[in-house]
């Protein structure tokens, strides 16, 4: 862990969003798939989204789909996770990870699957 860095976490009220930035300092995302996990206090963590390294193949968890999006800016080195319409359930830290792409699949929606994690940014969402 501590390879990514993620940003953008926060306290929100329900119904709100929030962006959260994942950044790779020293090296480049380039040929990596990245995904978002997120864990909730007592709970394991969860897959949340996941995209390709060109960004033309992402992946969802159903309790998210819809409401969050995930992109990626190859210029700024950045996969963000767009998170609209945000419930109290949403309330976790959420994690982003890397890892070579070699296709997205039912394993990127696993942790084992990628090489590289952050620390881990707090999403708390009031009701």
């Known amino acids: 862990q501590g390879q990514l860095v993620e940003s953008g976490g926060g306290l929100v009220q329900a119904g709100g969003s929030l962006r959260l930035s994942c950044a790779a300092p020293?090296?480049?995302?380039?040929?990596?798939?990245v995904g978002w996990f997120r864990q909730a206090p007592g709970k394991e963590r969860e897959f949340v989204a996941a995209t390709s390294w060109s960004g033309s193949s992402t992946l969802y968890a159903d309790s998210v789909k819809g409401r969050f999006t995930i992109s990626r800016d190859g210029a700024k080195n950045a996969v963000y996770l767009q998170l609209n319409s945000l419930k109290p359930e949403d309330t976790a830290v959420y994690y982003c990870?890397?890892?070579?792409?070699?296709?997205?699949?039912?394993?990127?929606?696993?942790?084992?699957?990628?090489?590289?994690w952050g620390q881990g940014t707090q999403v708390t969402v009031s009701s």
């Open positions: 990870a890397a890892a070579l792409d070699l296709g997205l699949g039912s394993d990127s929606r696993t942790a084992h699957w990628y090489d590289y």
């Open positions: 020293g090296r480049t995302f380039n040929r990596y798939a």
